[in-house]
């Protein structure tokens, strides 16, 4: 099934770490990528994993994901005020004909104090 | 520049008229989608094409009717607008695999 779950609100202090979680119940999900949405505009690419890695590194993120729980972060290193948006973890769920479908969690709303 | 661009960003319009939003993406890529985002944020698949042709079609009311002329445009037309339709709809594009989508910056339909 397609059933992708995130926490809803996170606040945090600038220069902080923030980390998001999301899980996601489809095991044969080869990709897991996580997009940023900021207000009033569309779906930004963050960062994406295969499933046969257990952590990715990109400058301030890192991504970990633990396939035996279905459970994927996101952790924002040293967040800056340009983090404040809503982050949402997708998952590829069937691939045919050249498809890539996504399934999105319901987002998390990220504030950052600064 | 490179990228998926929808228009227009906003649409208000009354119910039970006929609207169309277009889309185009000029990063070369085979598929083109749908994405419906409702009030409360979440994302749900509509539609899916692969050069020129319907691949997915996600329990969409047949008011919904997408269009793709060229594999490098992707409009969608919907009919006898509702009150449920106000949303924000992205459109997307990916190379053809298991590739990230690229998202338009969406449009906000308002029915009135």
């Known amino acids: 099934g397609e059933d992708v779950e995130q926490s809803l609100f996170l606040s945090v202090r600038e220069g902080d770490s923030s980390v998001i979680n999301c899980t996601y119940t489809d095991s044969s999900s080869t990709y897991l990528y996580w997009y940023k949405q900021e207000p009033g505009a569309g779906l930004q690419l963050l960062t994406y994993i295969f499933s046969n890695m257990d952590m990715k590194q990109d400058q301030r993120l890192t991504v970990l994901l633990n396939k035996k729980d279905k459970h994927l972060s996101l952790r924002i290193a040293d967040t800056q005020t340009g983090d404040s948006a809503i982050y949402f973890c997708?998952?590829?769920?069937?691939?045919?004909?050249?498809?890539?479908?996504?399934?999105f969690g319901k987002g998390n709303q990220v504030v950052v104090i600064p | 520049d490179t990228a998926v661009s929808q228009t227009p960003k906003y649409l208000v319009t009354q119910m039970g008229n006929d609207k169309s939003i277009k889309c185009e993406q000029n990063?070369?890529?085979?598929?083109m989608y749908w994405y419906k985002q409702d009030s409360k944020k979440f994302l749900k698949i509509m539609f899916s094409?692969?050069?020129?042709?319907?691949?997915i079609n996600e329990t969409v009311p047949n008011r919904f009717s997408p269009k793709s002329p060229d594999k490098a445009h992707l409009n969608l037309h919907i009919n006898s607008l509702e009150l449920g339709d106000s949303a924000v709809y992205f459109c997307a594009s990916s190379q053809a695999g298991l590739t990230p989508l690229h998202f338009g910056n969406g449009t906000r339909l308002t029915v009135t």
């Open positions: 990063l070369g890529h085979d598929t």
């Open positions: 997708a998952e590829s769920i069937a691939q045919w004909s050249g498809n890539n479908r996504l399934a």
């Open positions: 094409y692969n050069n020129k042709e319907l691949i």
